[in-house]
């Protein structure tokens, strides 16, 4: 059985990034479900400040001794900031994935959040998915 | 757990790839690496089929040498890289897990004409990689032979942690380390004692992530990566193995003539310059902008901490220093030829 941590105050996409609200920005991080299946992250590639992106862009790559997976954005907007820490030290990714935030997007529509899993919802899923 | 050449087989354990390879590299580590085939080769033509199938001069390798050879077509492409050792009355030739049963059949397909007893022994013999800078001492301690006394490439008959078993002083990580060869019964027992006996050295099981980013750190191939039936020794820089003065082998005439007049392509190190993860298959792009060669391996190296890859360019593009450009997710990124290996472990 898995022993995944699920942030109860995070909002949670199937292509398992995170996502909270900070005012007009939504920051986004993948899960700790995420970061485990992945193995050591070994590189994170991070967007342009200012790129706009729409939902279901990628947006960002992760990658670990495994494979390379995309960040897909679960809202639209435009890259408001991005955590540089992670250029240097991708592994923190597998050390506290949900302080390890990749990204932030100044949202338009802060209602698309809507369209994501609660931490109850993302759970269920993971399992119906091992 | 992935299936690897029908056999189940962890990727890693509990610690994670990077550190496995880190104990490895700074202690010990031990793998479970059964899915080898091995073949017991003995009769009075022993030698002289072994001569005529393989590519090295086995002919001066005492009872309890190793050595690392390959197996050839006759076009002078390769069927598996192997290890041979001799023992007393016969000889075991470790192979390949995918190829294992290719490797077999080839072989026994060249036996008509020999006196000689070829047999899969892969299925009575367990096979654990025990690796690393403390792996001699944790082996010594379980045993009252002198095992740490056993010189590079040689083997010898031990018991140890109670468990009578052949130990080559041989492996794949670019460590120091031993091979073991045990029967498959007692094999848990002993890996569990083992574990016991080592957890104070900082000793972690490793699995196959961590054997393929050792292995490639140090620059030895991997059958159907750096090597495979489309690739002859020389461009795969393995050129050392093949002994061409013996008088007749397979392949000969073939690895002859490329001696001689050199090959299309060679095996390159190459370090990225701009940071991106090149992995196999990835294109990799000369001077003139245009894919020239590919990647066989590649990685962020634990070791080094830097991206890294191993990968086939065609020749006069090889100069060590030279920029190239590898294809990551479909974008050029600049990287720099390097040497070879990556690691050599400090002796």
């Avoid at chain 2, 082996?139 to 942690?161: F, H, K, N």
């Avoid at chain 2, 830097?306 to 450009?325: A, D, N, Q, V, W």
Wanted: charged fraction near 25%; proline fraction near 5%.
């Amino acid at each position: 059985m898995s022993s995944y941590h699920y942030d109860p105050d995070l909002k949670y996409a199937d292509s398992h990034e995170w996502a909270r609200r900070e005012d007009s920005h939504v920051v986004i991080g993948i899960s700790d479900a995420a970061q485990d299946m992945m193995s050591d992250i070994v590189f994170v590639e991070l967007p342009e400040i200012g790129a706009a992106v729409a939902a279901g862009d990628a947006i960002a790559v992760v990658e670990s001794v495994k494979a390379a997976e995309d960040i897909i954005a679960p809202v639209s907007g435009s890259v408001s900031a991005v955590n540089e820490d992670l250029n240097d030290e991708p592994e923190l990714v597998n050390k506290d994935p949900y302080g390890a935030w990749f990204l932030k997007i100044e949202v338009e529509d802060a209602t698309e959040l809507d369209n994501l899993m609660d931490a109850d919802a993302y759970s269920a899923f993971v399992e119906s998915q091992q | 757990m992935v299936p690897f050449a029908d056999y189940e087989l962890p990727v890693q354990y509990a610690a994670g790839p990077n550190a496995e390879h880190r104990s490895v590299r700074t202690a010990a580590g031990v793998f479970d690496i059964d899915h080898m085939g091995q073949f017991a080769l003995s009769g009075e033509d022993a030698l002289s089929f072994l001569q005529y199938v393989q590519v090295a001069d086995v002919s001066s390798v005492k009872e309890w040498e190793a050595r690392y050879s390959l197996l050839c077509y006759d076009d002078g492409t390769i069927v598996d890289d192997i290890f041979i050792y001799r023992l007393p009355e016969k000889w075991l030739i470790v192979v390949n897990a995918a190829n294992r049963e290719k490797d077999f059949t080839w072989l026994q397909s060249f036996t008509h004409g020999y006196r000689v007893a070829l047999t899969d022994v892969s299925d009575e013999t367990y096979m654990l990689a025990v690796q690393g800078p403390k792996a001699a001492a944790i082996l010594d301690r379980m045993s009252a032979s002198d095992i740490a006394a056993a010189p590079p490439r040689t083997a010898l008959q031990a018991e140890v942690g109670g468990v009578e078993m052949l130990l080559g002083r041989t492996g794949y990580t670019g460590e120091d380390g031993f091979e073991l060869y045990l029967p498959p019964e007692k094999a848990v027992p002993f890996w569990d004692a083992l574990l016991a006996e080592g957890a104070g050295d900082g000793l972690l099981p490793c699995g196959l992530a961590a054997r393929d980013s050792l292995r490639f750190e140090a620059c030895m191939s991997l059958y159907g990566h750096e090597i495979d039936a489309r690739t002859n020794p020389y461009e795969a820089r393995l050129g050392w193995v093949v002994a061409l003065q013996k008088p007749a082998f397979l392949g000969r005439n073939a690895l002859l003539k490329v001696k001689l007049e050199g090959t299309e392509r060679y095996l390159v190190g190459f370090e990225m310059i701009e940071k991106a993860v090149p992995r196999e298959e990835h294109g990799i792009i000369g001077f003139e902008g245009q894919v020239v060669g590919h990647v066989t391996t590649g990685m962020k190296s634990p070791t080094l901490d830097k991206f890294i890859g191993l990968g086939y360019l065609p020749r006069g593009m090889t100069r060590i220093g030279s920029e190239i450009h590898v294809l990551i997710r479909g974008r050029p990124r600049r990287a720099r030829i390097c040497k070879r290996p990556f690691y050599r472990a400090r002796r």
